[in-house]
């Protein structure tokens, strides 16, 4: 069955000061690993899709990185707005209806 | 915004009650995913239907069931409700249901059971 650890569980980040969130999985043949992001209350919002080791994505703070057993979410000079809470999830080959498998996520929060 | 709708947005009832939760997807999307997220067990995949048939289930229980309709919007029903079903209801839609595609979640719905 596909798995995903997501650490830390929480992070503490003063304004400006980089990081980086790790998500360690394993899957039955990879099809694809999803970063999300969510707010207090809100649903997950869609950052990125990682489908192969060495791939990377960028949006403008954010940096997601995938080798064959994690994925990295590096969080550059973040903001107070980048405070959320950060969700990976995999999908697999054998993965019923191509369901996502999530982490229990990091929060973040960012003070100025 | 995602382009998921999700209806109602709260919802407050009590023990041994049924309860009925809808989402309309994405313009153009036929699949549609349900997920249960509670504080313990994070996001949990429920079942999904892809133009308007069942295609997996995931951790739903018995007393839940859903269902699309012919214009693609959704429905978890959830009956005889108990106290540990209180949580909140997303509904994520994807174009078809291929491997790799994103899966764009809704604003959810908070049940609290009491």
Same mark, same amino acid.
């Given at each position: ?11 503490? *980040? ?6 980086? *969130? ?6 039955? !043949? *990879? ?9 207090? !209350? ?19 703070? *954010? ?33 019923? !209806? ?15 | 915004?995602?382009?998921?709708? &999700? ?5 407050? #009832?009590? #023990?041994?009650?049924?309860?009925? =939760? ?19 067990? @994070?996001?949990?995949? =429920?079942? &999904?239907?892809? %133009? ?6 995931? %951790?739903? =229980? ?9 214009? /693609?919007?959704?429905? /978890? %029903? ?9 949580? /909140? ?5 994807? $174009? #078809?249901?291929?491997? @790799?595609? #994103? ?7 908070? $049940?609290?059971? =009491?």
């Amino acid at each position: 069955e596909d798995q995903v650890t997501q650490s830390p569980e929480a992070l503490r *980040l003063q304004e400006g000061e980089s990081s980086s *969130l790790n998500c360690s999985y394993t899957v039955s !043949g *990879l099809r694809g690993l999803f970063w999300y992001r969510q707010d207090p !209350g809100k649903g997950p919002e869609f950052l990125f899709t990682l489908y192969s080791a060495g791939e990377e994505k960028e949006k403008e703070r *954010l940096k997601a990185t995938l080798t064959k057993k994690e994925s990295f979410l590096h969080i550059t000079a973040p903001k107070p707005e980048d405070s959320a809470t950060y969700l990976c999830a995999v999908q697999g080959y054998k993965a019923a !209806g191509n369901k996502l498998t999530f982490g229990g996520g990091t929060r973040v929060l960012v003070k100025p | 915004d995602s382009g998921v709708t &999700q209806t109602p947005k709260h919802l407050i #009832t009590a #023990t041994g009650q049924r309860v009925t =939760l809808r989402c309309s997807p994405r313009s153009g999307d036929l699949s549609v995913y349900w997920y249960q997220q509670s504080l313990d067990q @994070g996001l949990q995949f =429920l079942i &999904q239907y892809y %133009n308007g048939e069942e295609r997996a289930k995931g %951790n739903i =229980l018995e007393r839940f069931s859903a269902q699309q309709f012919p214009d /693609l919007h959704s429905e /978890l %029903n959830l009956s005889s409700l108990e106290l540990g079903d209180s949580a /909140l209801y997303f509904c994520a839609s994807q $174009l #078809t249901s291929g491997l @790799g595609e #994103t899966q764009y979640f809704g604003p959810g719905t908070r $049940l609290l059971v =009491l």
